[in-house]
């Protein structure tokens, strides 16, 4: 994918520890600086939710050099996302309170490379989400 994957592997793995504190945090900013998202999640269980967000981006991390199979599995997923309503005018958002939420858990640490690093990691993957919501559409 062209990424720098080390850079997110080592970083990711350092926020890991702390991933209910970066999942609990993504969606207080989120609904704090969106909140037109919040009606999406309105019958929503955010614990389980939470979860759900967080083994999403293991799964991305962990298959950074596997394409073959994260690419189908975040067009499925951005499939589903039709559904759930998010359209992708919202994506942006996401991708901003990620780097927003993974900067303060990350703390001292955090670097204009680690930021530049994830910001080209989420474009790729709402590439692949938003393809899978196109096709969804035809
Ligand atoms: C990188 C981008 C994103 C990732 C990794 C992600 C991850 C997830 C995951 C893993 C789920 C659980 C259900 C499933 O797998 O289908 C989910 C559900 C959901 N996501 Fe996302 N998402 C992303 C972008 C967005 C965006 C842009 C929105 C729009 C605000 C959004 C809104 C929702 C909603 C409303 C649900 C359904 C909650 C429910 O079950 O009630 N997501 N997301």
Known sequence: MGLNVTLLEDSFALVAPNG???VETFYRHL?????VVRPLFENTDMKQQQSKLLA?????VANLQN???LVPALEEMG???VGYGAVEGYYPAVGATLLKSLAEVAGD???DELQQAWSD???EVTKHM???ALAHAV
């Open 67 to 69: 394409p073959d199979q």
């Open 109 to 111: 640490v955090w670097n």
């Open 130 to 132: 938003l393809a899978g």
């Open 31 to 35: 609904f704090e600086d969106y909140p």
């Open 20 to 22: 209910d504190a970066l």
């Open 79 to 81: 499939q589903r996302h």
């Open 121 to 123: 990691a989420y474009d």
């Open 56 to 60: 999403s981006l293991a799964l991305v």
